[in-house]
């Protein structure tokens, strides 16, 4: 079965950094989209950044220019780097994949992780 894992959570001080990783199995990673989510206690999920099969980054706004996202298809692991992290970046951290023709890209993340805890402190 699909099966995605997340893992590098932490407590980090503000400007601190830490790398996440999602091994994935169970599917033909290499042709999948996949992205990163965050979820905030008591708030809704929201979309973090997200890499196509070909390697095309996107990012929120609000993580631009400190994290930054890659697969290696070879070991079927999607990475988060994070730097200059800030208490606002405090979340559960989720990775997803998506078909990548998907006509509505948000909806097409249907297959989850279970997460990994990032707390950054001030």
């Known amino acids: 079965q699909v099966r995605l894992v997340e893992s590098g959570g932490g407590s980090v001080q503000a400007g601190g950094s830490l790398r996440l990783s999602c091994t994935a199995s169970g599917y033909t990673f290499s042709i999948y989209c996949m992205g990163w989510f965050r979820q905030a206690a008591g708030k809704q999920r929201e979309w973090v950044s997200s890499i196509t099969t070909t390697y095309k980054t996107s990012y929120a706004d609000s993580v631009k220019d400190r994290f930054t996202i890659s697969r290696d298809n070879a070991k079927t692991t999607l990475y988060l780097q994070m730097n200059g992290l800030k208490p606002e970046d405090t979340a559960t951290y989720y990775c997803?994949?998506?078909?990548?023709?998907?006509?509505?890209?948000?909806?097409?993340?249907?297959?989850w992780g279970q997460g990994t805890q990032v707390t950054v402190s001030s």
């Open positions: 997803g994949r998506r078909a990548c023709n998907s006509p509505d890209v948000m909806a097409g993340y249907k297959t």
